[in-house]
């Protein structure tokens, strides 16, 4: 996955992010143990994650891939965490970042497979905030599309446990988004 790609995902998140309000952080979200408070956390946990992996660096953050950060990262403006959480990986994921490879929890990994898991991530958990907040879902059709090849490529059959859900049908007219989240387990 390429920085373009990366910079168009945590643009299309902005978005609903900034939609997102306190009245909101109870819903429950299609990721089915977390509220749409714990969704952001975990958001901005992988922005920090993603940072610090990809600058071979400790992240700022406590947390394992998957899973929530051990302190709440939301604050009072989430739209502000979130945003400079985005400069952070972007600044991070800049030079050739994204063509060497990083140390991760998981092991060593390209730096294009860290860039696409990080970018899925937050390309896909927008959507999951979308639904749960009720904001407009879709993502551009370029963009999920690019998602989808990567996920495809990536997510095995083993790999999918415990987070992502086996794929669901999702018609032959869905959209790209639509074909995306029912690949990772979610009901378009």
Not at 24 to 38: I, K, N, V
Not at 103 to 121: E, I, K, Q
Not at 134 to 144: F, K
Not at 149 to 175: D, H, K, L, N, W
Request: aromatic residues 4%; contains cysteine.
């Amino acid at each position: 996955m390429d920085l373009t790609t990366m910079q168009r995902a945590c643009a299309s998140t902005d978005r609903i992010i900034d939609g997102v309000t306190p009245d909101h952080y109870d819903l429950a979200t299609p990721c089915a143990e977390w509220s749409t408070r714990a969704l952001l956390n975990h958001v901005l946990g992988t922005l920090a994650l993603g940072a610090g992996l990809l600058a071979d660096a400790a992240p700022t953050v406590n947390m394992v891939p998957g899973g929530l950060p051990d302190a709440d990262l939301v604050g009072s403006d989430p739209v502000k965490a979130y945003r400079v959480g985005v400069d952070e990986l972007l600044a991070a994921a800049g030079g050739d970042a994204l063509t060497r490879a990083h140390a991760t929890p998981l092991g060593d990994m390209p730096g294009s497979v860290l860039g696409g898991f990080t970018t899925l991530d937050i390309a896909v958990h927008g959507w999951d905030l979308a639904r749960a907040t009720g904001q407009q879902a879709n993502l551009d059709d370029d963009l999920a599309g690019e998602v989808l090849a990567f996920a495809r490529q990536t997510i095995t059959e083993t790999t999918r446990a415990p987070r992502i859900g086996a794929e669901v049908a999702a018609g032959p007219r869905a959209s790209a988004t639509d074909r995306l989240v029912a690949f990772l387990g979610r009901r378009p």
